[in-house]
């Protein structure tokens, strides 16, 4: 009877060794918490509209009605050129109207009484028609001597003087409407799934140090760089105090509180070249690599797109100990840190 006794002591003995051989390692849970987003960018100025005012036609300026630096609004005359040709041609084009259109009448009372064939009657119109479409080319020339503002907004300095030939080439000024300034910047690849139409935008100028100018986000840019891996976005920004002028350079936030995610200690994290990966402990302590995909990171923690489902365990400290498929002894994550 000794001798069996002696041989479950030997196998007690052995499994207790097994168990002690189980490295001991730190978890920490995945959980999801307030994780608001809060990216910086650098983003350019731009006019909500902006053209050169150029000529149509060539020809001599003969009066310049903008102010430099001064509002105008849609539809306001800024400059008149030589107009004395174009009025000819519009008073030769109404009075061949004003003939044909009267032949026209005529032929259709001839025509009633049988007086007038109708190819000749199809004719007149046919004339009539074309005089009507030459007294509309006449008059678009016409409006070309005169160039007017296409939106409302604030002119830049002028380029012409009286007397100056210009033609379609010539820049006269500048029309930029900045009530509304335009801001793109780029971002990074990894927010696109957060940002959206509306998000609200804070925006600063060296030129301004003590303003903020905000606005939101109004549109996205549908292509991601394939170099610098990263999304045009723009952003509407008030501008009524007349702050920021076109091509500034300003430092842009973006805010959103009300954003969620799954996070989890920074130290769990394991790069394996182009790859994330973490060491999750299952209920029976055995030990899972897998890999995952981060988001934003802030200090000790960083955010799980992909790969971790809330409360699944990983391990934090003694990843070097660990190995998938086998099993580990949790200890508690110390200073009241999550870990089962």
Not at 29 to 43: C, H, K, N, W, Y
């Amino acid at each position: 009877m000794k001798k069996p006794i002696a041989v479950l002591g030997f196998v007690a003995l052995v499994s207790g060794v097994a168990a002690q051989e189980a490295p001991e390692v730190v978890v920490a849970r995945a959980t999801i918490v307030d994780f608001p987003l809060s990216v910086e960018a650098l983003g350019n100025a731009k006019a909500n509209e902006s053209v050169d005012l150029r000529p149509k036609i060539t020809s001599t300026v003969t009066a310049i009605r903008l102010r430099e630096g001064e509002r105008v609004e849609a539809g306001e005359i800024l400059v008149e050129l030589e107009n004395t040709e174009a009025l000819a041609q519009v008073a030769a084009a109404r009075a061949a109207l004003v003939d044909s259109e009267s032949q026209y009448q005529r032929s259709q009372e001839l025509y009633r009484s049988r007086a007038v064939a109708e190819s000749q009657l199809q004719q007149l119109e046919a004339r009539r028609d074309a005089d009507r479409a030459a007294v509309a080319a006449a008059e678009a020339r016409l409006a070309d001597t005169v160039i007017r503002a296409p939106f409302a907004g604030r002119v830049g300095l002028r380029r012409i003087s009286v007397g100056s030939l210009v033609n379609a080439s010539t820049v006269i000024t500048t029309l930029d409407d900045t009530a509304t300034i335009k801001l793109d910047f780029d971002v990074a690849e990894t927010f696109i799934s957060r940002i959206v139409v509306g998000l609200s935008v804070v925006a600063r100028s060296v030129a301004w140090p003590d303003v903020q100018f905000r606005g939101t986000v109004s549109s996205i840019d549908t292509r991601v760089d394939p170099i610098s891996r990263t999304l045009t976005v723009r952003a509407l920004i008030d501008n009524q105090g007349d702050y920021l002028r076109p091509g500034m350079f300003l430092t842009v936030t973006l805010l959103k509180d009300d954003v969620r995610a799954l996070v989890i200690p920074e130290q769990a994290v394991v790069p394996e070249r182009s790859k994330q990966q973490v060491f999750v402990v299952g209920d029976g302590g055995l030990v899972e690599l897998r890999e995952i995909q981060t988001g934003r990171r802030r200090p000790g923690q960083v955010e799980v797109l992909e790969g971790l489902s809330a409360g699944e365990r990983v391990i934090v400290e003694g990843t070097q100990k660990a190995r998938p498929g086998e099993s580990v002894r949790v200890r508690p994550m110390p200073q009241g840190g999550s870990s089962s």
